[in-house]
């Protein structure tokens, strides 16, 4: 038997114990012991729940009860999760969380301590929500070096993205609709300036390149600057745009992290990736590319993934080997941003071809339709972030927008 | 220490012992031990190789030697690969396999056998060549009741489709094409034919709902039949044919399994997924739909997974209790081809509309340019293929096509 406590009782934490309770057989025979939820741990009354008589508000009943084995921590946010998240480890009980910022912050930390008290500590439902990929990335991509990851890592901006590409809608406008079909809450920083998308990047490189990356490390920019213009220029390039959260093996040693929109080329499997859909593609030296495609997001594919990290929890009662990476202080081995390479889509205006030529070397010209006369589009060959900046700035005309060209 | 076997020395066996030894560090962290290759079996002899010392071209020492823990089979075909599996597995060792013949005519027996001696079973590369699939579907969904699975499963007739679509070839000229440039064989068969993609979706199936799927119990079509008129409509249709291995859970209790061409949606993540690469739908009650992309086949990739299960197999002594399925002769449980119920892509010759539609009621008529006068296309509603044959058969005219509509 093993006896399971779930910390927030909000969307996935419900969702959690709904999905526990209605394939309880199932799970219990791929677990090979029953599963009991035996406390709900959340600040709120909920005096209509079937399950009300497990409901705690003091933390110190489920931590300090030896008969919890697995603590599923579905509340969000670094304070209290973090503390009550590594006092269940030291207290030695497995964790299963979905919390990306948690694990963002804290990852590192709390998988030393899992395994110095050999129990797991767990989060697969933490990035691209009911899509498995920590366990794939870790488990049967084993063989390979990653040399790269880009994923479409939130689902609201994808939207706004799709809507703006389909409908031709502005950003501010496609904001709203989103936040009226209740895909972009009230407060949509997080997500439209890319926080969510670099939480989710630093877990992803953290465990494909063995090290700690923190978010402070990594340049990220949102979608509030991507303009109807630049969409009409990425279809003329043939692609789709974007955000990317990416992270990348250098041949300097380092690797570069960045989420920013990017133009995709048509032929990518992310460019086909619409609406609330997530993808991420994983570049290995022996697999090739791989993508795994699904809900990033949402109540039940969300908990499905934290509930199929329960059944594993109770199966395996050592910590897991693969499932880690070092933590490190010095983050000298994620590449300074301005260092970073890649083609860029420049817009500018007040520029000609010829100072364009004379600045960038060999570009490939975008066209759009209405465009004004002094307006110029073109994507450059490969630059890094300063070159980049620099040639802009020694131009007369100004920089409409710069957008990242990758090759996922 | 985990000492291992490879049995065959050809494609994926060479490449399984390349990618130990390329990434034997990081494979060791990984497996917590050292990982060694004793034996290599093989009848042919290879003089140049830097492993000839570890040749044997006898079985006998490789079973009957107490160090080897691990059995890879790379050998494909069901004789001898089943006897030395059977055997090994007999003999307390576990076994990797890229097996998907063996694993589609055995896989109950042979998981059964290695439930019984507590060892693993595992065979990754048996379907989808480098794409996790099996494990995930096994593991990272097992909060998930899955209704259905559609895969593009081979990509040596993906490739030929992709000629006839984009290139307008005819399937013939395609299919040299692909043998020209290796991707198809001499004798293409078991690929066009369907045989392969039986194989796959026989093994997906019997891991999803829980009981063996035999490839005698599959309707299979390849996809020989398919000619540049079909692609031609299905362009009209706003989609691509694709070779698709389904399964699909029906509210009779039964699961409908089925390899024939279908006319696949372009919205859905199936239809972009182009020349050899493989790409599986899993759809479950709770995550929704995810999908896996990737190569599904080559040297490297498909080694890179039968070296991930290896690293798995080294690491977990106990049998997994997940990657599991019942035996069953009797395979009611398999729904009847008469009785499938799809959409229908027909193309039909001197049969008048009025006529189409005294017969098949509703219909969404499909044009192309220059079609000879008589020929009418269109999609019906949802049919039975009894009802959908009995109709063709009741109209005046000629049946030139029929391909499913399916809904993934």
Not at 121 to 150: N, T, W, Y
Not at 162 to 170: C, E, F, S
Not at 274 to 292: E, L, Q, S
Request: proline share 4%; hydrophobic share 40%.
């Amino acid at each position: 038997m093993a006896k399971i406590a779930v910390l927030g009782h909000g969307v996935v934490g419900s969702g959690t114990v709904e999905v526990l309770e209605k394939s309880k057989q199932s799970l219990e025979k791929k677990a090979g012991q029953p599963l009991e939820v035996k406390y709900i741990l959340d600040l709120r009354d909920f005096p209509d729940s079937p399950y009300k008589e497990k409901f705690t508000k003091d933390y110190g009943v489920i931590v300090n009860d030896p008969e919890i084995d697995i603590v599923t921590e579905v509340m969000g946010g670094l304070h209290p999760a973090y503390d009550y998240v590594k006092a269940a480890l030291l207290a030695g009980k497995s964790v299963v969380t979905s919390n990306k910022e948690l694990v963002a912050a804290k990852g590192a930390e709390l998988l030393a301590i899992a395994r110095e008290k050999n129990v797991n500590f767990f989060f697969e439902a933490s990035v691209g929500g009911g899509i498995p990929i920590i366990r794939p990335l870790h488990q049967c991509l084993s063989a390979d070096k990653i040399m790269g990851i880009a994923g479409i890592l939130n689902g609201t901006t994808n939207y706004i993205l799709t809507k703006m590409i389909r409908d031709n809608m502005p950003f501010d406008t496609a904001l709203s609709t989103a936040q009226q079909l209740g895909y972009a809450e009230r407060d949509p920083s997080a997500d439209i300036e890319g926080t969510d998308a670099c939480r989710k990047i630093c877990i992803l490189a953290s465990l494909a390149f063995g090290k700690h990356v923190y978010p402070d490390s990594v340049h990220t920019e949102g979608i509030t600057a991507v303009t109807p213009e630049d969409v009409e220029y990425c279809e003329n390039f043939g692609g789709s745009i974007k955000l990317i959260g990416w992270a990348q093996r250098l041949d300097n040693g380092k690797i570069a992290v960045m989420v920013c929109p990017a133009f995709i080329a048509g032929e990518s499997q992310l460019a086909g990736v619409n609406d609330v859909f997530n993808a991420i593609m994983v570049r290995g030296d022996t697999t090739g590319d791989v993508v795994f495609y699904g809900k990033g997001a949402g109540k039940l594919p969300t908990a499905g993934a934290v509930v199929a990290d329960i059944v594993i929890a109770a199966k395996s009662h050592s910590s897991s080997r693969t499932l880690f990476w070092e933590d490190s202080e010095d983050q000298d081995f994620v590449e300074k941003p301005e260092n970073i390479v890649c083609r860029h889509y420049l817009r500018l205006s007040g520029v000609t071809k010829e100072q364009a030529e004379q600045t960038f070397g060999n570009v490939k010209y975008l066209v759009r339709a209405s465009a004004p006369e002094d307006e110029l589009a073109f994507i450059t060959e490969e630059l890094s972030e300063k070159e980049c900046a620099d040639k802009c700035a020694a131009l007369s005309g100004s920089t409409l927008a710069n957008i990242r060209v990758l090759d996922y």
